[in-house]
């Protein structure tokens, strides 16, 4: 009797088997798959309802093929650099995110040691809450005629709604924060007798950064949807502006296009904000 020979495949499918290396790649595309795959369908079944629905003559909002076809030039030149506000759609949402940027830093700094004075102190809890609870339900457009008469200029007048709008709910969730923090840091605290500066730095925003960050993420939401109905009203270069002047001149198009695009950034600004209070909180935010 011939003794049988082993196959060829056997020795490599066990190995394989043992590679943690190919495991852990076969669970990364399961799980990336399971994450992209479903909105990915879920769109692709939008997209033809929408073309089938707006593919009539008469339709007044344009289907996904012509809005395709009439932004074409927009979409595969964003960097175009003209005179005035005829620029490409990046520079457009570039001038808006730098307008957010600065807003919103002042607003998280503002915001963070308003929120921890109030969720510290009880007088100033008693003192400033009221305010910042009538302040916070004025709409963030109403306030862009006083900032246009006090700074006299659109640019910080944009930045200045900005900022007034993200405040409210950083201030909020920070004093929530500060007064949810365990008896048994603050007893921490006492014993290693630390001083005020080293308590707010080493145990109060520590305790307090999943709901400063929770804050945080409501109020860059906030930011984005505020400078674009902010630049529509100040106009220059802005993703809001462009959006107006689409509308003035018609272009369906060129505003559904624009529309995607601050859906894009806005999600990828949560997305980014979301990533650092992980990194920061070890993953005790939530995502």
């Known amino acids: 009797m011939e003794p049988v020979k082993p196959q060829a495949d ?18 990364w595309l399961a799980s990336a798959m399971s994450h992209v795959l479903p909105p990915l369908v879920t769109l692709l079944f939008l997209l033809i309802f929408w073309e089938i629905v707006c593919s009539s003559p008469t339709a007044s909002v344009p289907p996904p093929s012509r ?17 005035g506000v005829d620029q490409g759609l990046f520079w457009h949402i570039f001038a808006s995110l730098k307008r957010v940027a600065l807003g919103y830093c002042l607003a998280a700094f503002a915001g963070i040691a308003l929120g921890a004075l109030v969720g510290q102190s009880e007088w100033a809890m008693r003192g400033l809450d009221p305010i910042f609870q009538i ?64 308590y707010f730095g080493k145990i109060m925003i520590p305790a307090a950064a999943p709901y400063i960050f929770t804050g945080l993420r409501i109020g860059i939401g906030l930011s984005w949807l505020a400078i674009v109905a902010a630049e529509m009203l100040i106009g220059g270069v802005g993703i809001g502006f462009f959006i107006w002047d689409a509308w003035n ?21 949560d997305r980014l904000i979301a990533f650092i209070a992980k990194v920061i909180t070890r993953n005790t935010a939530s995502a």
């Open 67 to 83: 809005v395709v076809s009439e932004t074409w030039e927009l979409i595969v030149h964003p960097f175009y650099v003209g005179q």
């Open 249 to 269: 001149s018609s272009r369906i198009s060129d505003i559904i296009l624009a529309l995607i695009y601050v859906g894009i950034v806005g999600y990828l600004l």
């Open 135 to 198: 302040l916070r339900t004025v709409p963030p457009l109403a306030w862009l005629p006083l900032s246009l008469a006090a700074f006299k200029d659109g640019n910080p007048s944009a930045i200045f709604v900005i900022f007034i709008t993200a405040i409210w709910p950083i201030i909020i969730n920070t004093a929530v924060g500060i007064r949810n923090i365990p008896q048994d840091y603050q007893n921490v605290a006492k014993v290693l007798r630390l001083n005020q500066l080293e």
């Open 10 to 27: 056997i020795v490599p499918l066990a190995v394989a088997r043992r590679n943690p290396a190919g495991r852990a790649l076969r669970k």
